[in-house]
Nanobody, 124 residues
């Protein structure tokens, strides 16, 4: 069983930055593909960014490419999402998720573990 706990959300002006953290329990952090999804009010949950088991490969949604960076710290069992040049349309609840095996980055059903989410609000 893996527990995920997100933090770092908040209110920021457009153009600003935030760094989200997702702390994981357990000793098998490196065995999991870690990703971030987000869900805006009235919209479906969408993939944002993903990191392979070692962190050597990353993948981003087109909407955040060049602005967001996913990284992972194995010593702290934590994955991060650095968000720069934030836009009002980035406003959403951000979730981290984990799965053991590859497949599709953005297939929600493939992810076994989810955090509770952290709210990000970007004002114009």
């Amino acid at each position: 069983q893996v527990q995920l706990v997100e933090s770092g959300g908040g209110l920021v002006q457009a153009g600003g930055s935030l760094r989200l953290s997702c702390a994981t329990s357990g000793r098998t952090f490196s065995s999991y593909i870690m990703v971030w999804f987000r869900q805006a009010p009235g919209k479906e949950r969408e993939f944002v960014a993903g990191s392979s088991w070692s962190g050597g490969s990353t993948y981003y949604a087109d909407s955040v490419k060049g602005r967001f960076t996913i990284s992972r710290d194995s010593a702290k069992n934590t994955v991060y999402l650095q968000m720069n040049s934030l836009k009002p349309e980035d406003t959403a609840v951000y979730y981290c998720a984990a799965k053991r095996y590859g497949g599709s980055w953005n297939e929600i059903r493939e992810y076994d573990y989810w955090g509770q989410g952290t709210q990000v609000t970007v004002s114009s």
